[in-house]
């Protein structure tokens, strides 16, 4: 509450949504995280995983070429997709 708009803690809300099955609104988290700074790494990484996760692969692309300038990134986290 008193820092909603922080990209680590909307990661790690993201993660608590992943955590109970509710993709759909960790995707929503991650999204919010990476609108905030859409050039840093992790923020892109968990949001393009999110999208993976939900089918939207062009959009999952999309992130990582904006944020990585490739769709070949080794984030662990990319590896749940």
């Known amino acids: ?40 790494g992790e923020p892109a990484a968990y949001a393009a995983a999110a999208d993976f996760l939900v089918g939207e692969n062009a959009s999952a692309r999309e992130t990582l070429l904006t944020a990585f300038g490739t769709t070949t990134v080794d984030y662990q986290v990319l590896s749940l997709a």
Do not use: C, H, W
């Open 1 to 40: 509450k008193l820092s909603p708009r922080k990209q680590q803690i909307l990661i790690q809300e993201g993660v608590t949504y992943l955590d109970m099955g509710d993709v759909p609104r960790a995707r929503d988290s991650f999204k919010e995280a990476n609108a905030l700074g859409p050039k840093f």
